[in-house]
């Protein structure tokens, strides 16, 4: 909660498997490792993985205010 997250999770505890990846564009283009891991690539959840889990979460669309006619 200090750092702001709404939700959260605790990512593996073990070293060899923690990561936290980010696509910014269509065909998970723009792989980014938020948490950096030596022992994988951004690419890791795009071929098939030892682990199970991955979360797609698209960016909300804004809310355009018209102004008052």
């Not at 909660?1 to 065909?27: E, H, K």
């Not at 030596?38 to 909300?60: E, G, K």
Request: glycine share 4%; proline share 12%.
């Amino acid at each position: 909660m200090m750092a702001g997250a709404v939700r959260a999770m605790q990512l593996d505890i073990n070293a060899f498997w923690p990561t936290f990846n980010a696509y910014s564009r269509p065909g998970a283009a723009g792989a980014t490792m938020i948490v950096p891991n030596p022992s994988h690539t951004a690419a890791r959840y795009l071929t098939p993985d030892d682990r199970d889990f991955f979360a797609v979460y698209a960016a909300p669309a804004l809310k355009v205010r018209q102004p008052p006619k």
